[in-house]
């Protein structure tokens, strides 16, 4: 399996790609490895102005006070497994696990709240098998107003054929916006709780 980690500082993603490729290559020119290189991991992404969500209280008040839930893609990390013989790769399975920070705000009336996000992979989408559905559950503690966690595994697959290489492919990871949702993430406004 080779690692996949990632987020906010997508230096060291592009980092981490680089140091991967130098790997393999090293074992795809070594006489005395005896095996095929194994091709590096899909790239993986979190969505321009999808890694945010800031939900509001109903109405039309959208103040500080008005916010009910901020929460924030921190980053993500797993492996990638291919499957095939001899080089002639059918699938690779991505296992993923993403982390959020949450903050609860003024409007919040319960301590409970439900996450949706996805993972996509654009060159498959709009097909079923382009996207998939996932559900964070969250209760905060009493007397704590943020927490920050990693949800459960995931088990992403990905068909593989002529057109379609593993390396090439492209994974994103995206809170489930509605469009007004993500609007208000690409004005940049500043009504956020955090700093």
Excluded: W
């Excluded at 103040?63 to 499957?83: A, P, R």
């Excluded at 009493?142 to 949800?151: G, I, K, Y």
């Excluded at 995931?154 to 090439?168: A, H, M, S």
């Amino acid at each position: 399996m080779i690692a996949i980690s990632g987020g906010r500082n997508l230096a060291a993603l592009v980092l981490g790609g680089s140091l991967l490729a130098a790997c393999e290559s090293l074992d795809a020119i070594n006489p005395f490895s005896g095996g095929v290189a194994v091709p590096e991991c899909p790239p993986v992404a979190l969505l321009k102005d999808a890694d945010r969500l800031t939900a509001f209280a109903p109405g039309s008040g959208r103040d500080i006070s008005d916010i009910v839930l901020e929460t924030e893609i921190t980053g993500f990390k797993g492996e990638c497994e291919y499957i095939g013989d001899d080089g002639e790769y059918t699938e690779v399975v991505l296992d993923l696990r993403v982390s959020f920070d949450m903050i609860l705000g003024p409007a919040a009336q319960r301590r409970d709240h439900q996450l949706k996000y996805f993972i996509a992979i654009p060159d498959i989408y709009p097909r079923p098998d382009g996207r998939s559905d996932f559900t964070a559950k969250v209760v905060f503690p009493p007397r704590r107003n943020r927490v920050t966690f990693t949800d459960d595994p995931l088990e992403i697959k990905i068909p593989l054929n002529e057109n379609r290489k593993g390396p090439d492919t492209r994974v994103v990871i995206s809170i489930a916006l509605s469009r007004e949702q993500l609007q208000f993430n690409r004005a940049k406004t500043k009504t956020r709780l955090r700093e």
